[in-house]
């Protein structure tokens, strides 16, 4: 958690009488910005309904992405394809909130909705609308995984010549 993931912004965005936070990432109690979302956390409006995990497993992280009913990543520059977070939540088929330089809306396919950049309206409203749609990946991300692994094998026995891959 840094100010850059603007993780704060999870506490104006998501409802307290019908939503629960889950945060995913090291805390350091000493960290000043960890202290304010603790604080947000253990505010009267926020008690009881904010699970703050810490560091994870990559497997643990992919199971509570895939069940989790939203995935709002509200980063202060936006996001983007190239963004490891939002890559790896668009990959279990959760709804995805993110902002964006370049707006779109909602993106049917990736089951992502784009916002602009500190819109909490807009973003409030997007996990309203979309909150629990989910993405069938399943024979997808296979698939692609597959293909992967696959060039990488052929890759391999390009570089290493043909040796070592009996």
């Known amino acids: 958690m840094h ?3 603007r993780v704060e912004l999870l506490f104006s965005i998501a409802n307290p009488l019908t939503d629960i936070i889950v945060i995913v990432g090291e805390f350091d109690p000493n960290n000043s910005y960890h202290q304010k979302i603790y604080d947000f956390a253990n505010s009267c409006e926020w008690s009881n309904k904010v699970q703050i995990l810490g560091f994870l497993a990559e497997e643990k992280v992919a199971q509570i992405l895939a069940i989790v009913d939203a995935v709002i990543l509200p980063f202060a ?3 983007g394809a190239w963004n490891t977070s939002l890559q790896a939540a668009s990959q279990q088929g959760s709804f995805v909130i993110t902002t964006a330089q370049n707006p779109i809306g909602y993106d049917h396919d ?3 909705y784009y916002s602009h950049i500190d819109d909490v309206s807009e973003m409030k409203l997007a996990l309203e609308k979309w909150c629990g ?3 069938n ?3 997808e991300v296979a698939g692609d995984w597959n293909l992967i692994a696959q060039q990488h094998l052929l890759l391999y026995a390009a570089l290493l010549n043909g040796r070592g891959l009996d």
């Open 77 to 79: 520059s936006g996001g």
């Open 137 to 139: 990946v399943s024979n």
């Open 3 to 5: 100010p850059d993931k």
């Open 133 to 135: 749609t989910k993405k």
């Open 110 to 112: 990736s089951n992502i």
